[in-house]
């Protein structure tokens, strides 16, 4: 195995453990679910042996891929609200953070992964699309329509 490459991924991991659990939470909503589809994305990524051409978009990628897989191999597994770690981001209460996981539970797939990644992991809506695999607009679609949607349910909510 390459060195360098292992390393690369244990520094990758130690910089974005944080935005990575995120983000496999709001796929999977489910805390240990979202635990193992990073560990299976690092395990398949070490097995791989070498660097991709860019590693951030990459490594989110294999997050979503091993947690999709778990969850059509799973088909038992009760699917819980999503709900953002209560330590997870600073300046947010324990409420704010279950107030705002309800309101993305919300939204479709589509639009609570973008804004996830948008908001809450600072990626770019290139580095989006290319962890989505889709087009630049339809991810720019999908994270302006969940932020009107959140919008309303937050106004609704707030009556």
Partial sequence: MNQTFAEQLRQFYENH???LY???LALTRNREAAEDAIH??????????????????YVFRCVRNAAMDDHRQDKRREDGIFVLPTD???????????ELG?????????????????????MTFQEIADVRQVSI???A????????KLKTLWMEEAK
């Fill in 102 to 122: 309800q309101l993305l539970a919300q939204l479709s797939e589509d639009e609570r992964e973008t804004i996830v990644l948008k908001v809450f992991d600072a």
């Fill in 40 to 57: 299976t994305a690092f395990h398949r990524l070490l097995r791989r042996g070498s660097a991709p051409t860019d590693l951030r978009p």
């Fill in 88 to 98: 997870a981001h600073d300046g947010l209460s324990p409420e704010l953070c279950a």
């Fill in 17 to 19: 453990r944080q935005e």
């Fill in 22 to 24: 995120t983000y496999s």
């Fill in 137 to 139: 607009n339809t991810v």
């Fill in 141 to 148: 679609s999908w994270y302006r329509r969940g932020m009107e």
